[in-house]
């Protein structure tokens, strides 16, 4: 192999091998196609254990994909409306608490705090808590989740 030959090779395995990460990294960017996750309903309690005012802790349990998984919930009771929010919060993924003296959501990790409306009132979360889908069919209350 000449010098000629060796320099044309060097420089399409060089073009080859840029073009590869290239493309790779925008695959990993731009996923050809995203997880669609729909949401299924799950029992959560009878409706006469709702909360007529104020806030609610309830533990469940609910069969995901492939196995049995536990979540936690919050359901807000105010003149207006019935409302449930995720026990995450949206800063890094805590578990939030609900102080009855307050009367509001506090992360015990980094000091953010929320109302009752579920909106950031102090401390480092970018978003308001998630909102879950609330349904009541025949006296019984169902929760949605994305799986």
């Known amino acids: ?4 030959n060796f320099l044309v090779s060097f420089v399409k ?17 731009f996923p050809s196609r995203e997880r669609t ?14 909360p007529r005012k104020g806030v609610r802790k309830v533990d469940f349990e609910y069969n995901g994909e492939d196995r ?3 979540s936690r919930v919050y359901i807000s009771a105010s003149d207006k409306e019935l409302t449930a ?12 608490n609900w102080d009855h003296n307050k009367k509001e959501f506090i992360c015990p990790c980094h000091g953010g705090r929320y109302g009752i409306d ?6 480092p979360p970018p978003a308001p808590l998630a909102r879950l889908p609330l349904e009541i069919k025949d006296g019984k209350v169902y929760i949605g989740m994305k799986i």
């Open 1 to 4: 192999m000449d010098r000629r």
């Open 13 to 29: 395995l060089f073009f080859a091998g840029l073009f590869a990460a290239v493309c790779s990294v925008v695959f990993y960017i």
């Open 37 to 50: 996750q729909n949401i299924r309903y799950f029992y959560l309690m009878d409706e006469d254990s709702l």
């Open 68 to 70: 049995t998984m536990g």
């Open 85 to 96: 929010f995720s026990s995450v919060c949206t800063h890094l993924g805590c578990f939030i």
């Open 118 to 123: 579920g909106n950031v009132t102090a401390g």
